[in-house]
């Protein structure tokens, strides 16, 4: 028995519903966090980071819909998903030099939007007796819940419209509706950030309905195929970086077991993404791969949390030891700052991560004072770790202009093979503009590259050569689509022409007064086969040309069995 949703009426009365609970909502979440550090992609894990990740997803923000990182399953982690959340608040609050740091700026914004009400840019949040609820969130869980509506409708009518069996998306469709009205009573409830989980979890059922039917009705992603492809490539890094750490730690007698669960995780969601991908899914796909990767970071990051501190007794003398570290380190660290700075290097970033590991310091001497020694070798192993941090800020300055030479390299080889292909497409007589446009866009990027590499600003050269590589790819994927139509245009003759050579062979064993059962299984499987070549035919209007190909391949397996069937 399925739920069948109703357009006209549902629809309607259901963003009603939402429309009242929220008009005197109260977010029963009113994140409170202490920020004592910047954050960005690479920074220690740390509560600071969980804290700012529910302030987020509370907050209209979302890290993501699903998993880790979503609302109730926030980490400690900082990695791509959290500053992709994070540049969207700050572009929201019309914060300058928006870039995905939660830094001092960030911060300052973030105590005087949580301090009271306060209107900034497009958001606005209001401050009620149980905390606040900001005017994004609002839209969002309207927005949610009206696309979970009409993905429901849309796949319904896909279902009513398929001629293949429906039964495995009915039931993905049908637990679609439940999530839904789960979401909505989750808003009565007041209970908003589960009210956002589910009604994206709607969404999604709804989405893997539509794939089971063979199509989708969702408008076309903003995610390109090489998008995805390179975060699947970055998951994979991190994967095998993730894998390498753990058995060094697993060989030195360390428990790597939690470490060792939380890469299985970012193994399994890794195939999601390479499924989502094959599927052409690539918004999921690089959603799949972005929580991958954090997840096998979060693996590395459990078997380094367990290494520093054991390296030292708890004791006077380990503290002392600890302390004694941690200075050695910040020694180290300022020397490398002040050699950069001469050579008028940018070194910014590198003194704001120094200053916290002073600050550290300070709190483990203060800590060894009063004779606890476990917390001072805690805070002195914290700061061993900003002054390595902001060694290493320095050091990837210094290896700005190998990347952006290496992105450079990447690009020229990516536009050689897409000229390469474009070649090859012309001499066969395909329509290649398309193509060459997107190659010439890639092509001027990468001259854009190359000048600022030659003006010594590497960071802008290796963005503008990732740009061109991906404008190749771009370039790429339209000659193979061409490639695509040009097959599923000859299968659809060849389809077409095997089920009425199925049909004549039918005919002749009726006139041979052939084996009747034989004659049957062969006309069922001739109706099959008739059938898919229309499904191709639809999916060739809609140029669909891997699903035609598939649907024309198929129908030429059934027609042969149906010849094979009365020969």
Not at 130 to 137: I, N
């Amino acid at each position: 028995m399925s739920l069948t949703i109703n357009k006209k009426t549902v629809l309607a009365v259901t963003l009603a519903m939402v429309m009242v609970v929220l008009m005197g909502a109260q977010n029963t979440y009113a994140a409170s966090c202490t920020f004592t550090r910047s954050l960005y992609v690479g920074v220690s894990s740390g509560t600071d980071v969980q804290c700012l990740q529910q302030y987020l997803n509370a907050n209209g923000y979302s890290i993501t819909s699903f998993g880790a990182g979503s609302a109730g399953n926030e980490t400690t982690r900082y990695a791509g998903l959290t500053k992709a959340a994070v540049l969207r608040w700050q572009l929201a609050n019309n914060i300058s030099g928006a870039n995905g740091v939660f830094g001092p700026k960030s911060q300052a914004v973030y105590r005087s939007l949580t301090a009271g009400t306060t209107s900034t840019g497009s958001n606005t949040t209001t401050s009620t007796g149980t905390g606040t609820v900001s005017s994004s969130l609002v839209e969002r869980i309207q927005n949610l819940v009206k696309s979970a509506i009409i993905e429901i409708e849309n796949t319904q009518k896909m279902i009513d419209d398929s001629s293949k069996n429906t039964d495995d998306a009915q039931e993905k469709k049908d637990k679609a509706t439940v999530i839904l009205f789960d979401a909505i009573f989750d808003l009565f409830a007041n209970k908003y950030t589960d009210a956002v989980t589910k009604a994206g979890q709607a969404i999604t059922q709804a989405k893997s309905a539509q794939t089971e039917i063979g199509g989708s009705s969702s408008s076309d992603s903003s995610v390109s195929k090489s998008d995805a492809q390179d975060a699947i490539d970055d998951a994979q890094d991190a994967i095998a970086d993730a894998e390498d750490v753990i058995k060094d730690a697993d060989d030195d007698g360390d428990d790597v077991d939690e470490a060792e669960d939380t890469l299985k995780d970012a193994e399994d969601k890794l195939e999601e993404a390479e499924d989502a991908f094959d599927d052409k899914d690539y918004e999921d796909a690089e959603e799949l791969a972005q929580e991958a990767e954090e997840l096998a970071q979060e693996a590395e990051d459990a078997i380094e949390e367990n290494d520093a501190s054991e390296d030292y007794d708890e004791d006077e003398d380990g503290a002392q030891d600890a302390i004694d570290d941690a200075q050695d380190a910040i020694d180290d660290a300022q020397d490398a700052i002040d050699d950069a700075d001469d050579n008028g290097d940018d070194v910014d970033e590198a003194e704001e991560l120094l200053e916290e590991a002073e600050e550290k310091l300070e709190k483990a001497e203060t800590e060894f004072d009063s004779e606890d020694y476990e917390d001072a070798i805690d805070y002195a192993v914290d700061a061993i770790e900003l002054a390595e941090e902001a060694e290493d800020a320095i050091e990837a300055s210094d290896g700005d202009e190998d990347d952006a030479q290496d992105a450079i390299d990447d690009a020229e080889d990516e536009i050689k093979d897409a000229e390469d292909a474009i070649d090859d497409a012309e001499e066969d007589g395909d329509d290649v503009d398309d193509a060459r446009d997107t190659l010439e866009d890639a092509e001027d990027k990468l001259q854009d590259a190359q000048d600022a590499f030659d003006d010594k600003d590497y960071e802008d050269a290796e963005e503008l050569a990732k740009e061109a590589k991906d404008l190749a790819r771009d370039a790429e994927d339209d000659i193979e689509e061409l490639d695509e139509e040009d097959q599923a245009k000859q299968l659809e003759e060849e389809a077409q022409d095997m089920y009425k050579d199925a049909d004549d062979a039918i005919e002749d064993a009726e006139d041979a007064n052939g084996d009747e059962d034989d004659i049957d299984e062969a006309k069922e499987l001739y109706q099959d086969a008739k059938q898919l070549w229309r499904d191709g035919n639809e999916n060739l209007d809609e140029e669909r040309w891997s699903q035609a190909i598939d649907d024309f391949e198929e129908s030429i397996e059934k027609s042969e069995d149906a010849i094979k069937k009365v020969n």
